[in-house]
């Protein structure tokens, strides 16, 4: 049985209930934990409602309510259960809040009354935008598709990007635009080779987009041997915008011809260095629409 304490005095009274020391107007001490003199303690207090006694503000779980409902402990039972309603936002009064379980083709949403309509409380998603780039090297074989990994993160805002495998994780249904720019080391390239830029889903084993860039033979150009040719660094730059379903995976991929053997990205030799002029060819940036 929950047993009351009156605290009288001349000025005003305190009611205490499953406390013999209560810390507002009235003080209601679930657990029946609180000490018997001074204040208790924020962990003590989480089970307690008090009634401030100066603002009349009510809190659950804390000693000095800031609103006039104030909730706010250091458990982790600190949320607040909203039903629905079947009054009009005018008969509830602007500032009124529900629960909407009634709207099939949205879903239910938290609702708030401007005083004539029920307005649907919107919070806007943290949009993905990652932006990586590559600042060790990395062999790319001739007629292999082959993902990039190892991406050093500048940005991911969604925690999206998982640099080593370079894979990209579509957080919710939407569009998405990914530029890659890339850069080989010089070789002498094959004419009229090329180098496709893929944007693959791992998943699916399937090519969602692809982007291609040609090449010719560069030739010298000196007077005495026009047919010369000399080491050329293929590079571009590829643009996609992709609509994906949440958890759709997407890795940039890159496949060339340029040579008979494989050919390196051109990058510093250990680390990021904008003074390099190796430095920030080889590029990856994905925003969310």
């Known amino acids: 049985m929950a047993i009351l304490y009156w605290n009288i005095s001349f ?8 406390t013999e020391n209560p810390q507002g107007i009235l003080h209601v001490d679930g657990a029946k934990d609180n000490v018997t003199t001074g204040s208790p303690t924020d ?9 401030n006694k100066t603002t009349a503000f009510i809190g659950v779980g804390t000693l000095n309510p800031q609103v006039k409902l104030d909730v706010r402990s250091v458990g982790t039972e600190n949320a607040l259960g909203l039903g629905t309603t079947t009054m009009t936002a005018n008969e509830a009064g602007a500032g009124a809040v529900r629960y909407d379980v009634a709207d099939i083709p949205v879903g239910a949403k938290i609702e708030v009354s401007d005083g004539s309509v029920w307005n649907k409380a919107y919070v ?9 780039r590559k600042i060790t090297s990395q062999s790319i074989p001739q007629g292999i598709a082959t993902t990039i990994g190892n991406w050093n993160v500048v940005r991911d805002m969604s925690n999206s990007f998982i640099p080593v495998t370079g894979e990209f994780t579509a957080p919710r249904n939407g569009t998405y635009t990914f530029l890659l720019t890339f850069n080989f080391n010089g070789v002498v390239i094959n004419d009229g080779s090329r180098v496709e830029s893929q944007f693959y ?8 987009a692809s982007v291609y860039k040609t090449f010719g033979q560069s030739m010298t150009g000196a007077p005495d041997d ?7 660094q293929a590079g571009g730059s590829s643009t996609v915008t992709l609509t994906l379903t949440a958890g759709t995976k997407v ?16 990058v510093t030799s250990n680390s990021s260095d904008p003074a390099n002029p190796d430095d920030g060819f080889n590029n990856l940036t994905i925003i969310e629409h």
Request: glycine share 4%; hydrophobic share 45%; net charge positive.
């Open 11 to 18: 000025t005003f009274a305190q009611i205490g209930i499953g």
């Open 43 to 51: 962990t003590q207090v989480i089970n307690d409602i008090v009634i």
């Open 124 to 132: 806007a998603p943290q949009k993905a935008v990652v932006v990586v």
């Open 201 to 208: 889903n791992p998943v699916s084993n399937t090519i969602l």
């Open 226 to 232: 026009a047919n010369s040719v000399r080491s050329t």
């Open 251 to 266: 890795v940039a991929r890159l496949y060339h011809n340029l040579t008979s053997s494989a050919v390196s990205l051109r």
